[in-house]
């Protein structure tokens, strides 16, 4: 499957504050002089300089000099791809109860909101994100404006409004739709509207009242329908299942990703390494809710429902682990007391669950690239985008290195403020 991309929308628009530097433009290149670069491969061997320039990583090797660039030591440290999330919501807040904090906002408030959590998640070492489901299709305008670098942000794999039956999960901020036609005409206004995603309900979820977490919603040939609306377009089709019979019927629909996972049994993992489809089991969501509960604001009704289904996600996520089943990092980012940014948390629920902390990194960058069907972002590559991170400690050794970045760059430029030190700027050495 392949995606757009890179779609340079914005034609012959100026990049605005926050773009990757353009080519040509004076100062925008940048050596990392003497980190460690790491990535799903594993530790790239010596402690090689990386040249950057409009953006992308245009050298690796020893020595390097990029005239008029900025050099930056980053000896003893290490260089890792940005983190991608899977499943994200960024019109929800990450506050005890975030369905209710949408319901009482007007649109401009959730949009507003919506960029600072882009802001904060990009400052956090997550470069790339998927939205699975919000209103109006406000992930999609996002998702441009930070492709023009007009709001600073990961960048934005929108899935527009999510598509459920009528009455179903998200129903009050999706697109009803009811029998294969409905649902591949909302899978078309979707891809109409400039969707890179399609997300599709096939069970009923925690955060909508009525105890229906898990109940079958749309029918295997609804599922096909959209599947084969949005596979002809070349765009990923993620599905929100609860259940055994969810995530079977998503799997016989040919989705690209079971969302959650719950209930998930052998026959589900044998489907899934036939179909090369992925997991993205959001853990951390259900952790938080259990350890947190009630106590902290959330929902009792939601509570009530993680209480009955937690257990068969992490009996799910470990036999998917030990088979070898794709799983690609999400963490319901928006939900109870997750923020879009907090990968790391994700990742390490992985290896507490068995996953190796390499597995953890791919999880979260060449797997969710993958699935995304983006071919230059996720490794610390000769022509790959330069997301990425410069952390203090291996991250091969404890995924908890990733969390607080020492830098984070984004298409090559700073989130922040460079630190010292640096070594040279485009007016010469520095003193
Ligand atoms: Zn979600």
């Known amino acids: 499957m392949t995606t757009a991309g890179r779609s340079g929308s914005s034609g012959a628009s100026q990049p605005g504050p926050f773009a990757g530097s353009p080519p040509g ?101 997550v470069t790339t994100i998927r939205d699975v489901g919000g209103p109006d299709g406000i992930d999609i305008e996002l998702a441009r404006l930070v492709e023009a670098g007009e709001i600073p942000g990961p960048r934005v794999i929108p899935s527009g409004r999510v598509v459920t039956m009528t009455g179903g999960h998200g129903w009050w901020i999706g697109l009803q739709a009811d029998g294969p036609d409905a649902v591949r005409r909302a899978a078309r206004e979707n891809l109409r509207a400039g969707a890179r995603s399609i997300k599709l309900m096939a069970t009923g979820g925690m955060m909508t009242g009525g105890r229906q977490a898990g109940q079958p919603q749309l029918t295997v040939p609804e599922l096909s329908a959209a599947v084969e609306e949005a596979h002809k377009r070349g765009v990923p089709v993620a599905a929100h299942a609860e259940s055994r019979i969810g995530v079977l019927n998503a799997l016989h629909a040919g989705v690209d990703s079971v969302e959650h996972g719950h209930g998930g049994d052998q026959e589900a993992i044998d489907l899934l390494l036939e179909r090369g489809a992925a997991l993205v089991p959001t853990i951390l969501s259900d952790r938080r809710i259990i350890d947190h509960g009630v106590a902290a604001g959330i929902p009792e009704f939601v509570v009530e429902q993680c209480h009955a289904l937690h257990e068969s996600l992490v009996v799910f996520l470990e036999a998917a682990i030990a088979a070898g089943v794709r799983i690609a990092a999400g963490n319901d980012g928006g939900a109870p007391l997750v923020s879009i940014g907090e990968m790391v948390g994700e990742l390490e629920l992985y290896v507490e669950h068995g996953m190796s902390a390499q597995a953890a ?71």
């Open 361 to 431: 990194l791919a999880s979260a960058t060449t797997v969710t690239a993958e699935l995304f069907g983006l071919d230059d972002v996720g490794l610390v590559e000769l022509g790959h985008a330069a997301d990425l991170l410069i952390v203090d400690d291996d991250p091969l050794a404890s995924v908890a290195a990733l969390r607080n970045p020492w830098v984070v760059l984004r298409d090559g430029r700073p989130v922040d403020r460079l630190p010292a030190p640096i070594l040279a700027t485009p007016d010469g050495p520095a003193r």
């Open 25 to 125: 433009r004076p100062g925008g290149d940048l050596v990392l002089r003497g980190g460690r670069p790491v990535d799903a491969r594993g530790r790239r061997p010596g402690t090689p300089d990386i040249a950057i320039r409009a953006g992308r990583i245009a050298a690796i090797g020893p020595d390097l000099e990029v005239a008029g660039g900025v050099v930056v030591d980053v000896a003893g440290r290490w260089i890792v791809p940005g983190l991608m999330n899977a499943h994200a919501h960024l019109c929800l807040d990450g506050g005890p109860d975030p369905e209710a904090t949408l319901r009482g906002e007007n649109r401009t408030e959730t949009v507003i909101r919506s960029a600072a959590r882009l802001a904060a998640a990009v400052r956090a070492g």
